[in-house]
């Protein structure tokens, strides 16, 4: 089992950036695929990158790709999501999760672990 906790969440301004890191306990950290998901109120939980357990193969959605970048250094057991232009349709609880099972996927079914989230609010 792994322990995901992330951080580094708050309020900027539109078309500010943030970066935020989630700490994973295990030393076998660089065997998991791990995943960026983001919850505003009144919707579900959408996917916003993912990377696989070596650096070398990313992924985003639509939404954000050009803006953000996911990133890890397995190292650190950390994982990154650096956030560039943002707008207030980001604003929501930003969640780490890692899987083991499954390559590539942007289904929040499909990872096991979860961290309790960061709050990043973008103001107009």
């Known amino acids: 089992q792994v322990q995901l906790v992330e951080s580094g969440g708050g309020l900027v301004q539109a078309g500010g950036s943030l970066r935020i890191s989630c700490a994973a306990s295990?030393?076998?950290?660089?065997?998991?695929?791990m995943g960026w998901f983001r919850q505003a109120p009144g919707k579900e939980r959408e996917f916003v990158s993912g990377?696989?357990?070596?650096?070398?193969?990313?992924y985003s959605a639509d939404s954000v790709k050009g803006r953000f970048t996911i990133s890890r250094d397995n190292a650190k057991n950390t994982v990154y999501l650096q956030m560039n232009s943002l707008k207030p349709e980001d604003t929501a609880l930003y969640y780490c999760?890692?899987?083991?099972?499954?390559?590539?996927?942007?289904?929040?079914?499909?990872?096991?672990?979860w961290g309790q989230g960061t709050q990043v609010t973008v103001s107009s």
């Open positions: 999760a890692a899987t083991e099972r499954v390559a590539g996927s942007r289904a929040p079914k499909d990872y096991d672990y």
């Open positions: 295990r030393r076998t950290f660089s065997r998991y695929a």
């Open positions: 990377i696989s357990w070596n650096p070398i193969y990313t």
